[in-house]
């Protein structure tokens, strides 16, 4: 049986129903078409020019961030929200109204979906404005930052999970099938967490490492014996990058199993630790009024701990060790070359024959040969 044109929008004014009439079906739905999107797109230019116009204001604006993030995905949404509306106005055969709206809302359905993980960047950027990294001290901004990138990254995966559900179950097809495997969802599940024990392990471990933070964003460890900082968290894995510049890939359920240092768990400040060896005939004094010296002539230096002590004597040299304080480990590290550095020039400078030399008395090995080398 032919099907006959579907006929919407009879509570259309007269004039325009009339006009509708004589026009092809295939005309006037273009121009429903048309119209919508010019709609769409004069909403989204308006809204976006005013945002846009606040935005430029501030340095940072809420608004600013909105239309960075959202632009592009609400240039999209509208044009198809508003076509949405405006589909009961087209005339044409019911079997392609069917599939074209079932068509318009899946990606209605995608684009509000692409619109809610953008709307996630806004949010983000807002905290991020509070929660400076480029601090000292940052304690709070990286715990704060730790946990909100995970839990961004689950809202989206949880996001894509739905959306798709929700496009599949549009079709009858896909929804009596998912009615048919609800009688072996009990097997079913057994069977996929077995399957994904690794993954719902590394998920679970995720969550635990969000909340109870052992790392953090920008954390400074030393993992397998590289040390590097924390620069992303996923939900599965954590990337360390390590000083020159490549990158530690490790499971997250790692920080939870094994054991690893963390030298910015409380605070970024931290103590570095500089040993030399000496003869000896050192004197101790000078060692420290130039040591003293030095570190006020630096800026890496936090002015805390200064320490010269000399913590052992072997059989050839004594050991002297040097404590410094820094407010990180970076500047830790260039401190404790800085330090290392200059005091060896002293000694070298001042006195070359403390330098570790080994020492050896013929007299008492060769008695007979000591007169015959001094004739």
Known sequence: MMLLPLQIGNHLPP???????????????????????????????????????????????????????????????????????????????????????????????????????????????????????????????????????????????????????????????????GTGLLTGVGIGGIIIGFAAQNSLGNLLAGMQLAFTQPIRIDDVLVVEGEWGRVEDITLTYVVLRIWDQRRLILPINYFIQKPFQNWTRISADIIGTVFIYMDYSIPMQPLRTEFERLLTLTKLWDGKVQVLQLTDAKERTIEIRMLVSARNSSDAFDLRCFIRENMITYIQENYPGSLPKIRTDYADKFPQALPEASI
């Open 15 to 177: 004039e325009v129903l009339e006009i509708s009439k004589q026009m092809h079906p295939l005309l006037w739905n273009f121009c429903i078409w048309v119209t919508a999107t010019v709609i769409g797109l004069v909403i989204k230019f308006i809204t976006s020019r005013l945002l846009r116009i606040y935005s430029q204001r501030n340095n940072y604006s809420f608004f600013g961030s909105f239309v960075k993030h959202l632009s592009w995905p609400i240039g999209y949404f509208i044009p198809l929200f508003v076509f949405k509306l405006m589909m009961p106005l087209m005339r044409m055969n019911k079997i392609y109204y069917n599939f074209l709206d079932r068509c318009v809302s899946i990606l209605l359905v995608i684009s509000f979906a692409v619109l809610l993980t953008r709307a996630i960047r806004v949010l983000e950027d807002y905290v991020y404005h509070f929660y400076d990294l480029n601090k000292a001290d940052n304690l709070k901004e990286r715990k704060i930052r730790t946990q909100l990138k995970f839990l961004r990254k689950l809202v989206v995966a949880i996001i894509v999970f739905v959306t798709i559900a929700l496009v599949l179950l549009s079709f009858e097809s896909f929804r009596k099938l």
